[in-house]
């Protein structure tokens, strides 16, 4: 009884929080091709509705009744699990992302945490992981399609994405060592008290270089312009997902776009405060409403996520896509050497001044 | 003239120039300029077909065949618009008027639009302005065949899109009036 009670109480809580990420992939849909038609002086999507804020449904539905063709040549199996491969991943890792403040309530006699599925004390090196596996599903699907568009983009994605997860990885080890902790919401409480607090300046050594390193390895790593040589259209029609269409396609889209949520709400958490809002408490808290002060947490986590997805389409209307070779150069000379160097500077500062 | 390229001698980086690359100088030239087009947001998009554009007072849309204000057709049957015709969408069977063996007309005129690169050449060749180029450019169809008119469509695209029809040219042109000798029923010359 107790623990159907609990199983039934975190799948609420997972359904809430897969309900969230599939709203905002859907926003996402349109809020991408909307921002891109106004910074190109154009409307976007017009027609579907008022202003076509119907269109991701209009989207969702045409995708859901599309003929699903697996070509011929092609490895069925792997066909098929590649973008369940891919969207696994990219939705699992929200399971330790901290949406509001660290509060328990008691529900049924149980103790429950609302706004974190599962703190668990490694929740950073959790979400690397399956990042990693995502990358799987894009060189699977690539392969298995049997199409020489597809190869090339998977294989353009294998490299890619080994080196700039590493990137990632080498960025987050500076927060890692102010904050001494891998569990996300430690992290994220680490950083209360102010934006001065927040990792990207905060003393000892602000890590405003590592943010630049995770930013710009965040986005090649989701197969973003500038770095989305994966599928870059012009060159490999669609790269890895060329040969894909109807739910499986679909499949892919959601997971570019609920990695690319996932990872503006890892930069939110480790360098930006996460909840934590830019001045000490939170101001509902200060007139007195403290039963609803979450809310502002909550919506302070929003602003920051969103301002990274504004990031995202900001620099897909504005930068043209890297060649292969300077995106590997980039990646190895430039990124890694200064996530390196951060580091060790970053290491030394936190032995000298110890937080 | 020298047109090979001598490569530039490569400068040496200044103190200015890593500072640009450390602050990510000349992207962010780029990404203030999509932001300034973001908030200067002035779509030059015409939704198309709820709004459409002004068109030019030339414009060259469809073809039609004309009729004069009488009903009858201006068209003589005379080819000219064939023989000008550079990608042989006109296709004329000129015919005598039945009783009248000094009139000629077009007993079939048939276009293949699908050919047609609106040039406007039929409608200087011919001597009567029997054709015209109407205003449309709405011709979307799902089958090519329906592309293929014949001389009743082709009337019907020009009643439709010239209301107001010309007079009988032996009407318009005085000097024509003048001659006019033959012609017991046409005005005659004012003496």
């Known amino acids: ?355 | 003239m020298n047109v090979a390229t001598t490569a530039q001698p490569k400068r040496k980086p200044s103190l200015g120039d890593w500072l640009k690359t450390l602050t990510f100088y000349e992207l962010l030239v780029g990404m203030k300029a999509t932001l300034t087009h973001l908030l200067n947001y002035k779509p030059i998009t015409l939704q198309y077909p709820h709004e459409k554009r002004l068109l030019p007072d030339n414009y060259r849309g469809m073809l039609a065949l004309l009729r004069y204000d009488d009903g009858t057709e201006k068209c003589v049957g005379c080819d000219l618009c064939e023989a000008a015709c550079p990608s042989r969408v006109i296709r004329v069977v000129s015919g005598e008027v039945p009783g009248e063996p000094t009139k000629r007309y077009s007993k079939e005129y048939y276009m293949d639009m699908t050919r047609c690169l609106f040039c406007g050449l039929c409608v200087d060749a011919c001597p009567v302005d029997a054709l015209g180029m109407t205003r449309e450019f709405e011709w979307a169809v799902y089958d090519k065949r329906q592309l293929h008119l014949n001389k009743q469509q082709l009337l019907a695209i020009g009643d439709r899109a010239y209301p107001v029809r010309e007079k009988r040219l032996e009407l318009q042109h005085p000097n024509v009036a003048f001659f006019n000798v033959t012609f017991k029923h046409l005005p005659q010359k004012e003496n």
């Open chain 1, 1 to 355: 009884m107790e623990i159907g009670l609990r199983l039934a109480v975190s799948l609420a809580q997972i359904a809430a929080v897969m309900g969230v990420v599939m709203l905002t992939v859907m926003v996402l849909t349109l809020a991408e091709r909307k921002v891109l038609g106004w910074m190109q002086d154009r409307m976007g999507p017009m027609e579907v509705g008022p202003y076509g804020v119907l269109q991701p449904i209009a989207d969702g539905l045409k995708l859901f009744f599309k003929e699903d063709i697996i070509p011929a040549g092609a490895n069925k199996f792997l066909f098929t699990l590649a973008p369940i491969l891919a969207l696994v991943p990219a939705l699992i890792g929200f399971a330790v992302i901290p949406f509001g403040p660290t509060m328990t309530i008691e529900l049924f006699g149980m103790q429950v945490k609302p706004f974190v599925i599962s703190d668990i004390n490694i929740g950073i090196l959790y979400i690397l992981a399956f990042a990693s596996i995502g990358a799987y599903g894009i060189i699977l699907g690539g392969w298995s399609s049997n199409s020489k568009y597809s190869l090339l983009g998977g294989l353009r994605s294998a490299a890619q994405v080994i080196s700039y997860e590493l990137n990632v990885g080498l960025a987050i080890v500076g927060v890692i060592l102010l904050s001494g902790s891998l569990s996300l919401v430690k992290i994220t409480e680490a950083q209360a008290g102010g934006f001065w607090n927040w990792f990207i300046i905060a003393m000892p050594f602000p890590q405003i270089f590592a943010f630049v390193v995770y930013v710009i390895s965040s986005v090649a790593e989701t197969n973003r312009v500038p770095f989305d040589l994966p599928e870059a259209e012009s060159e490999l029609v669609a790269g890895f997902f060329t040969e894909y269409s109807g739910m499986r396609f679909a499949f892919f889209f959601i997971a570019e776009y609920a990695n690319m949520i996932l990872v503006s709400c890892v930069a939110a958490a480790l360098f930006l405060g996460g909840w934590n809002a830019p001045y000490p408490g939170t101001i509902l808290e200060y007139i007195g409403l403290e039963r609803i002060a979450w809310m502002e947490n909550v919506v302070w986590f929003a602003a920051k996520v969103y301002f990274f997805l504004f990031l995202f389409f900001w620099l897909r209307a504005t930068l043209p896509r890297l060649r292969y070779d300077q995106l590997m150069r980039f990646g190895w000379k430039v990124m890694l050497p200064i996530a390196l160097g951060n580091i060790v500077l970053t290491a030394i500062a936190a032995y000298f001044f110890p937080r």
